[in-house]
């Protein structure tokens, strides 16, 4: 199939093909107007070097983020913003090879450690996407590309930083739950977590009401940081409106996964998100998926849960089942957690 990069460089494309024309619901939620109306800011110097009283603060903050939001932004992270700009801009070169280039890292299964492609899972999608992805494992086993040939070590560099990152962000969340540091880690076996680097591609749009870049869903991992290339795009739902994330330069836009939901039964929600494209800027995005090990089988964790007071509120499943489930059908609000949802009795 086609790149929506190679489509949007048709000479003279001045609509969009049917293929792509996204019918909207009539009954969606409208965007949110209200400039209150924006995602919590965790400062991350304060988690790893602050005095005991700021950390703690931190914590319930943090933990506050994931209850109300499932969103939130972090700032003072430490990731140098010169290796997030080479890591984007890697990124974009990888997209700017040749479509016969690409084709080599096509992937043909979603487990495949490095796949590329176009919409989200083309052979199934009913309506495509504007867009082009590429996926790449990047832990336990770290794997790359071969091309661009600075793809490597950058990417290399990027997955590192950000997993530590993602790690002290776990070990606050964990704290927050009543849970102690360690527990997340430990009970998730994050030492071979998985870490997932997709990168997507929204090129400029003839009409970009009509397209979707990615349409509303949900993150099936532990946590997802993502960054973008200055251009806005990523829309979240909240309190029954979308609201419009403006990333500060150089902060990650971080939100809960599927996995930290049915892990915390249910107190931390993985929150429905979607990208728009506009007519024009390409907007890149980098978004960094950190969970569970493939192995592990995840239910609630059993300190989280009464048999009276807080039942189970989801089955068990593992790590590896669930995410075939998702990435092998078509991307559908939260609906791969209703596989796993016990419904009230
Ligand atoms: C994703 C995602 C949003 C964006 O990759 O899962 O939600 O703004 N991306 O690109
Ligand atoms: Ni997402």
Same mark, same amino acid.
Request: hydrophobic share 25%.
């Given at each position: 199939m086609i790149s929506i990069k190679a489509l949007a460089e048709s000479? !003279?494309?001045t609509s969009i093909p049917p293929a792509y024309a996204f019918t909207h619901n009539p009954n969606d939620q409208p965007v949110s #107007? #209200?400039?209150?109306?924006s995602i919590p800011i965790v400062d991350f110097s304060l988690l790893t070097s602050g005095t005991p009283d700021q950390r703690s603060r931190t914590i319930h903050h943090l933990g506050k983020a994931c209850q109300d939001w499932g969103f939130f932004m972090v700032i003072? &992270? !430490?990731?140098p913003e010169s290796l997030t700009k080479a890591m984007t801009e890697a990124c974009g070169e990888f997209f700017n090879l040749t479509e016969e280039e690409k084709r080599e890292f096509g !992937?043909? &299964?979603?487990?495949?450690s490095i796949r590329c492609g176009t919409s989200f899972n083309a052979s199934v999608d009913e309506v495509l996407f504007w867009r082009d992805f590429l996926k790449v494992f990047v832990h336990p086993q770290f794997h790359s590309p071969?091309?661009?040939?600075?793809f490597r070590e950058i990417s290399l560099e990027y997955s590192k930083r950000t997993r530590e990152l993602a790690r002290e962000l776990l070990k606050g969340i964990s704290t927050s739950l009543g849970l102690g540091e360690c527990y997340i880690e430990k009970a998730l076996n994050l030492e071979s977590g998985l870490q997932i680097v997709a990168a997507n591609l929204y090129p400029p749009c003839p009409e970009p009401e009509l397209?979707?870049?990615?349409?509303p869903h949900s993150d099936h991992g532990l946590l997802t940081l993502l960054v973008q290339n200055g251009i806005s795009g990523l829309q979240v739902q909240h309190q029954s409106k979308w609201v419009n994330v403006n990333s500060i330069p150089n902060a990650f836009v971080v939100n809960v996964g599927d996995h930290m939901e049915i892990m915390s039964n249910g107190k931390y929600r993985s929150v429905v998100h979607r990208a728009f494209v506009n007519e024009k800027a390409t907007r890149i995005s980098i978004a960094t998926v950190y969970g569970p090990s493939l192995d592990t089988v995840v239910g609630p964790a059993p300190e989280l849960v &009464?048999?009276?007071?807080?039942?189970?509120a989801y089955t068990e499943m593992k790590y590896k089942e669930y995410l075939q489930l998702q990435q092998s059908n078509?991307?559908? !609000?939260?609906?791969?957690?209703d596989h796993v949802r016990i419904s009230p009795a």
């Open positions: 000479p !003279g494309l #107007d #209200d400039p209150e109306d003072n &992270h !430490g990731v !992937g043909k &299964h979603v487990l495949d071969t091309k661009p040939a600075a397209a979707m870049g990615m349409p &009464h048999r009276e007071t807080n039942p189970p078509q991307l559908d !609000g939260k609906s791969c957690l």
